[in-house]
């Protein structure tokens, strides 16, 4: 099966821009995660999406973080304005709704650098 | 205090040795255990999972539970160069609606040929 595919690879932006991210689950899938990795840490979770709504967004800064789930399929993050701070690997993971641990399957991220 | 706490490394093995790498953490309601292994500019890739106490095998990978002492283990048996890549633990609660995983910081590993 196709992965998670999430885009660009790549954004170099100066602070104060704004900036969005795209993400395309593994289809079935109807529960999306956005996770922020700053380098040398682990991911942390941003938001997460059951379908088109939102379960979890206790950790997103929302004065300038924000993210939508249009039809329960794709998925955007947006950032505006960018601080220094936001600098890090965005990833976007996705998981079946089903009972249990369904297992989160992560894209290769896009790395976000603020200058 | 971190949730979950994990040695960075890096951590330098010859070819075929047995790795150990270890975490803890410190909330109780964690009672789903991953690791996950992220090589460079990759996303993390699911390695092995577990809910109870014990030792799941897969492979040359061991995941190992110690809920009393909030202690979890991953053992790599014959490393190989191809195992050179940050493992990351992570845990979640069981809520069946937030499903938001916390992660170690990773531990690099490299296996030298």
């Known amino acids: 099966e196709a992965g998670v595919a999430q885009s660009p690879r790549y954004k170099i932006i100066e602070k104060r821009q704004s900036v969005a991210f795209w993400c395309n689950p593994i289809?079935?899938?109807?529960?999306l995660y956005w996770y922020q990795q700053i380098l040398g840490q682990g991911p942390k979770l941003l938001i997460q999406?059951?379908?088109?709504?939102?379960?979890?967004d206790s950790q997103l800064p929302k004065d300038r973080f924000s993210a939508e789930r249009l039809k329960g399929v794709d998925s955007t993050l947006k950032i505006q304005p960018a601080k220094l701070e936001d600098s890090a690997v965005y990833l976007c993971a996705s998981s079946l709704e089903r009972g249990g641990n369904q297992p989160q399957h992560f894209g290769d991220g896009t790395r976000l650098s603020i200058l | 205090q971190k949730e979950v706490e994990q040695d960075p490394g890096p951590l330098s093995v010859p070819e075929g040795a047995i790795v150990s790498l270890n975490c803890t953490y410190s909330?109780?309601?964690?009672?789903?255990f991953m690791w996950y292994r992220q090589y460079s500019r990759k996303g993390p890739e699911l390695l092995m999972y577990t809910y109870s106490s014990g030792n799941k095998e897969d492979g040359r990978f061991t995941a190992q539970v110690d809920k009393s002492s909030k202690y979890i283990s991953l053992f790599i048996r014959d490393s190989q160069p191809s195992d050179s890549a940050t493992y990351l633990c992570a845990t979640r609660v069981m809520d069946t609606g937030r499903r938001a995983l916390t992660f170690g910081s990773g531990t690099r590993l490299q296996v030298q040929p």
């Open positions: 999406f059951q379908n088109n709504g939102v379960v979890d």
């Open positions: 909330n109780s309601a964690f009672q789903y």
């Open positions: 289809s079935g899938h109807a529960t």
